[in-house]
């Protein structure tokens, strides 16, 4: 028996809304930093405070990718979990569909935007196969050694200075984000294309050695929450459970931002603290940042126990049942708005401008989705990437269903026709 997409029946609301949430939350970020340029600009001609500014800060900035990558494991479990009670091979497929992700991937940075993530998803994602049979404990442990010890290994001064001398690197930065500022702003595409790269190469370069371990690790942690069960029935069977995470993710939260408040110098640089405190720092970051998922994930499942607060949440379901198309289009929103290309909006915005920005787009991509789901399936891209991992053409029609799905027959069959 082959794999077949999960059907209507199957899928999880709760997963849907959250990561709609988190696709709204990775948007804002995008857009309030990177899209509008303002990561180009001299940091000393950028207004951090302000409402906005902190909203950003607090609730927003690396938040919602740790989400996003956290329900990738998790979704990934939940198939796992599929195939094995239908005595089937999931290798295959998902080897396809990381294929199909890392294609969209390259074409998004070749095409639209530099700052994509599905095809760093795609390669970290094959090592979800090595871990595939290791028990919810395992996980946890390799989730929190992924998490904290590359990232605080690669902040100490010897190794730092390793890596920074073998990865490529500007030779200025500043004059770097000049040239790629200009590249963005103007209607070379060649140009535009150059850009796009040479960002990849050397943003992603001076990262990538705790980067791709920091993803990875947030995987593990979504695929021992898939493997505990913990979103079966929407988690109505885990509401203790739940309430014990939202508690425990404020404390956390709120005891770490405090403490990084109280750490953090006063106008000077972080690099100038002793090395002790920085690599504090940055654990207690990492603990405030899974302290908010806890708290965003906990919260949803709790109110999607309720009725009136489930019917508000599932507005936003839609966008998280077409979250590739969803992510793509908001390259396009965004670079028509930013790009010269489009309107040439870069570098003129403040962050609250950015904020404001961002949710009109994630409203409007709201709408689309709700009116595209009256009608079909799934989404678009998603269409494709279904195809492309389950080897055969996927019914979009919302009033039809698979026959693969309906019937239990093999993906190579359809009840699509003309």
């Not at 590249?183 to 070379?188: C, E, I, M, S």
């Not at 404390?251 to 603290?273: F, K, N, W, Y």
Request: proline fraction near 4%; hydrophobic fraction near 55%.
């Amino acid at each position: 028996m082959a794999l077949a997409p999960v059907s209507s029946s199957e899928r999880v609301p709760t997963l849907d809304v959250l990561r709609g949430l988190a696709l709204y939350g990775v948007l804002t970020a995008n857009l309030v930093w990177i899209y509008s340029g303002l990561e180009l600009l001299p940091p000393d001609t950028i207004e951090h405070e302000g409402i906005a500014g902190l909203y950003v800060g607090i609730f927003v900035s690396g938040r919602a990718i740790s989400t996003l990558t956290f329900l990738f494991g998790l979704v990934f479990a939940v198939q796992l979990a599929r195939a094995d009670e239908r005595g089937e091979d999931v290798r295959g497929v998902f080897l396809r569909r990381l294929l199909a992700m890392l294609m969209f991937g390259v074409a998004h940075v070749v095409l639209l935007w530099w700052g994509d993530v599905l095809w760093c998803y795609a390669i970290v994602g094959l090592a979800l196969l090595w871990f595939r049979r290791g028990g919810v404990r395992t996980l946890l442990v390799w989730s929190a050694v992924l998490i904290f010890v590359p990232r605080l290994v690669a902040g100490l001064p010897g190794v730092q200075d390793a890596i920074m001398s073998v990865v490529p690197r500007p030779a200025s930065r500043p004059a770097f984000n000049a040239d790629v500022l200009t590249a963005l702003a103007g209607d070379d595409r060649g140009a535009l294309t150059w850009a796009h790269l040479r960002k990849v190469v050397y943003d992603i370069g001076s990262i990538a050695s705790w980067f791709f371990p920091w993803v990875l690790g947030h995987f593990l942690l979504g695929m021992a929450a898939g493997k505990a069960r913990l979103f079966e029935h929407d988690g109505a069977g885990h509401r203790r459970l739940f309430r014990w995470l939202l508690a425990i993710g404020i404390a956390v939260a709120v005891i770490g931002m405090a403490a990084m408040l109280a750490l953090r110098p006063r106008g000077g640089p972080i690099s100038e603290l002793p090395l002790i405190t920085q690599l504090g720092l940055k654990v207690l970051y990492e603990l405030v940042t899974l302290g908010m998922v806890a708290i965003y994930i906990s919260a949803v499942v709790l109110l999607m126990q309720r009725r009136i607060p489930r019917r508000l949440l599932m507005i936003f379901a839609p966008v998280g049942r077409m979250p590739l198309t969803t992510y793509l289009s908001q390259s396009l929103f965004a670079t028509f708005l930013f790009y010269g290309w489009g309107l040439g909006w870069i570098g003129e915005v403040t962050i609250a401008d950015g904020v404001a920005i961002a949710a009109g787009i994630f409203a409007v991509q709201v709408a689309i989705a709700h009116l595209w789901l009256r009608r079909y399936r799934s989404g678009p891209l998603e269409w494709l990437w279904r195809a492309i991992a389950y080897g055969a053409r996927q019914c979009q029609s919302s009033s039809i269903r698979s026959a693969s799905v309906a019937s239990g027959a093999g993906a190579g069959s359809s009840s699509c026709s003309g």
